[in-house]
């Protein structure tokens, strides 16, 4: 088994969320896209105000613009890293993602007041496919939901965001399905950000330097009730691994700052031979049934005996507001 984790927290100067927007925009317009009137769109007016610093997490008096503000810094710089790295800067670009694009710019200014949830769960699966790209792997838009290349091996990866706590061992079950149909083994990608925050909940602390531990708190807290049941759902399924993401806005009053603490972490599950030896190492029987796992990539066997392992966490210091 192997497992891995990204921590960060994003505080962002306005001058770079403004000279980010102005790319973004270029991009956009250069494959006949503009922002249409919602979330990004508010996101832009209001990022102009924090800038002009008429509206401040310092500051008392709008609460709702201020709620907005966080979310949609949240979701510009999401949006910001699928325009980066998925669209080319000039045509053609690939007709899937322009389509998807298009989608995901809908959507109400908070998750909570979404009527369709479609355009932010698009958000979610064009953002990790971004983020694939990035790190300098091949991605094509193809069922489950994208497929990218490791090493010349072929892998599906299958993107859900949970909308409550018991939407996630059944979209890891559906996500497992859309890898079993694609022929493909693969990765589950998951978005728990609802679990953490379902009223919208945001963060405020002192300063930045205090948001770095939580990091790893907010990602063990949100995962760690899920993990006897993911480990059920990922025995004999076609998925690899689970990388499982939250990401939550923030503010620090004292220094007039916002941005986002972003956490993930991934989960390769271990083949049936693995976790014999392994228990063997640690003086116990070895599993009468286990067998070892294919070759990753193999389009006909598929993997058994998945295990994930669960993680345990502390409690937050960093004060969370619910509402507008």
């Given at each position: 088994m192997?497992?891995?984790?990204?921590?960060?927290?994003?505080?962002?100067?306005?001058?770079?969320?403004?000279?980010?927007?102005?790319?973004?925009?270029?991009?956009?317009?250069?494959?006949?896209v503009?922002?249409?009137?919602?979330?990004?769109a508010?996101?832009?007016?209001?990022?102009?105000?924090?800038?002009?610093?008429?509206?401040?997490?310092?500051?008392?008096?709008?609460?709702?613009?201020?709620?907005?503000l966080?979310?949609?810094?949240?979701?510009?710089?999401?949006?910001?890293?699928?325009?980066?790295?998925?669209?080319?800067?000039?045509?053609?670009?690939?007709?899937?993602?322009?389509?998807?694009?298009k989608?995901?710019?809908?959507?109400?200014?908070?998750?909570?007041?979404?009527?369709?949830?479609?355009?932010?769960?698009?958000?979610?699966?064009?953002?990790?496919?971004?983020?694939?790209?990035?790190?300098?792997?091949?991605?094509?838009?193809?069922?489950?939901?994208?497929?990218?290349?490791?090493?010349?091996?072929?892998?599906?990866?299958?993107?859900?965001r949970?909308?409550?706590?018991?939407h996630?061992?059944?979209?890891?079950?559906?996500?497992?399905?859309?890898?079993?149909?694609?022929?493909l083994?693969?990765?589950?990608?998951?978005?728990?950000?609802?679990?953490?925050r379902?009223?919208?909940?945001?963060?405020?602390s002192?300063?930045?330097?205090?948001?770095?531990?939580?990091?790893?708190?907010?990602?063990?807290?949100?995962?760690?009730?899920?993990?006897?049941?993911?480990?059920?759902?990922g025995?004999?399924?076609?998925?690899?691994?689970?990388?499982?993401?939250?990401?939550?806005?923030?503010?620090?009053?004292?220094?007039?700052?916002?941005?986002?603490?972003?956490?993930?972490?991934?989960?390769?599950?271990?083949?049936?031979?693995?976790?014999?030896?392994?228990?063997?190492?640690?003086?116990?029987?070895?599993?009468?049934?286990?067998?070892?796992?294919?070759?990753?990539?193999?389009?006909?066997?598929?993997?058994?005996?998945?295990?994930?392992?669960?993680?345990?966490?502390?409690?937050?210091?960093?004060?969370?507001?619910s509402?507008?």
């Amino acid at each position: 088994m192997a497992q891995d984790r990204y921590l960060s927290v994003h505080v962002e100067d306005p001058r770079e969320t403004r000279a980010r927007l102005a790319l973004v925009k270029t991009r956009l317009a250069a494959h006949g896209v503009r922002l249409p009137p919602g979330r990004l769109a508010r996101f832009e007016r209001l990022s102009e105000d924090f800038a002009a610093k008429t509206l401040s997490p310092a500051l008392a008096g709008r609460p709702r613009d201020l709620a907005e503000l966080l979310e949609g810094n949240r979701d510009f710089h999401e949006v910001a890293v699928i325009v980066e790295h998925l669209l080319p800067p000039a045509p053609p670009a690939d007709p899937a993602v322009l389509s998807k694009l298009k989608l995901v710019l809908g959507g109400a200014p908070l998750p909570s007041e979404d009527a369709n949830p479609l355009p932010r769960s698009t958000q979610f699966e064009l953002y990790v496919a971004a983020l694939c790209k990035r790190g300098g792997l091949a991605v094509k838009f193809r069922e489950p939901d994208c497929v990218i290349t490791v090493g010349g091996v072929r892998l599906g990866l299958a993107a859900k965001r949970a909308g409550g706590p018991g939407h996630v061992r059944r979209l890891f079950v559906d996500a497992a399905s859309q890898l079993r149909r694609a022929g493909l083994v693969g990765v589950v990608a998951l978005s728990l950000d609802r679990l953490f925050r379902p009223n919208d909940e945001r963060l405020f602390s002192p300063s930045a330097e205090a948001l770095k531990p939580e990091a790893s708190r907010i990602i063990e807290a949100t995962l760690r009730p899920h993990i006897p049941a993911l480990d059920r759902a990922g025995a004999s399924s076609p998925a690899l691994a689970l990388f499982a993401f939250v990401v939550v806005p923030v503010a620090v009053p004292r220094e007039n700052r916002v941005g986002r603490v972003h956490s993930w972490t991934s989960t390769i599950q271990e083949s049936g031979s693995q976790r014999s030896s392994r228990r063997r190492r640690k003086g116990s029987a070895p599993h009468a049934s286990a067998t070892s796992r294919p070759a990753v990539g193999s389009r006909r066997g598929l993997p058994s005996g998945g295990h994930m392992k669960a993680w345990h966490s502390s409690c937050s210091s960093v004060r969370c507001r619910s509402g507008a």
